[in-house]
């Protein structure tokens, strides 16, 4: 049995590999361990080996998030085994945390808590444990996995839409300022302007008075 020792300057990512995440609501960094494992009685890391071979002990940090089956519980202490591996083992102290919802209440209230599927978030130091569907989890992290070629795909292909579109637009633009251009550079057409000669208008009076002449 091995006790994972989660001092202040340990990385975050120490108990992994398995354990702790941080939810999409909380994102605040890993803090410091719950308890120093030093002070954990021997027996629990003892009970603990046995139940799973090659464990590990790890504490709670705060604002730390588990998903995993509860298999240990003393009048102190929680273990909740976490991590693809299923080897780590994180303990929780009883006095920290809630349990959200009758099912573990009851549970945890008639010694029954072993088994359980739980999900447990630290804020603040204290933390709040809910009920957890471990297979329903995984299917819906297999779903979302298939989902994620279809949605590149879609991605790239409205990116690709928008780049062709802003083509479009900057071949449009160019064509204006060509036609634009070519209008300016045109040498201006002069319109002919074809002039009339006026011929004087005819008149009668000078006949008449030829006319007037004759008669004298």
């Known amino acids: 049995m091995t006790q994972q020792h989660s001092s202040a300057g340990n990385s975050a990512n120490e108990l992994d590999k398995g354990s702790a995440q941080q939810t999409p609501q909380a994102k605040k960094p890993l ?57 780590t083992v994180v303990l929780h102290r009883r006095e920290d945390m809630q349990m959200v919802g009758q099912q573990l209440a009851w549970r945890l209230e008639q010694k029954k808590l072993n088994g359980a599927e739980m999900r447990v978030h630290y804020n603040e130091g204290k933390a709040k444990a809910y009920p957890f569907d471990q297979e329903r989890y995984l299917i819906k992290q297999q779903e979302r996995k298939a989902q994620e070629p279809a949605k590149e795909v879609k991605d790239l292909l409205e990116r690709a839409g928008t780049k062709n579109k802003a083509a479009e637009k900057g071949q449009a633009a160019e064509k204006k300022v060509d036609a634009t251009e070519k209008k300016a550079n045109a040498p201006e057409k002069k319109t002919a302007v074809k002039r009339v000669k006026k011929e004087p208008a005819k008149t009668d009076k000078p006949a008449k008075q030829a006319d007037r002449g004759l008669e004298r």
């Open 31 to 87: 803090g410091k361990p719950t308890m120093q494992l030093d002070q954990i009685p021997s027996y629990v890391a003892e009970k603990v080996s046995a139940k799973i071979e090659g464990a590990s002990l790890a504490a709670a940090r705060e604002n730390g998030s588990y998903y995993g089956k509860v298999v240990y519980t003393d009048a102190r202490h929680i273990g909740q085994v976490v991590g693809k591996a299923g080897t």
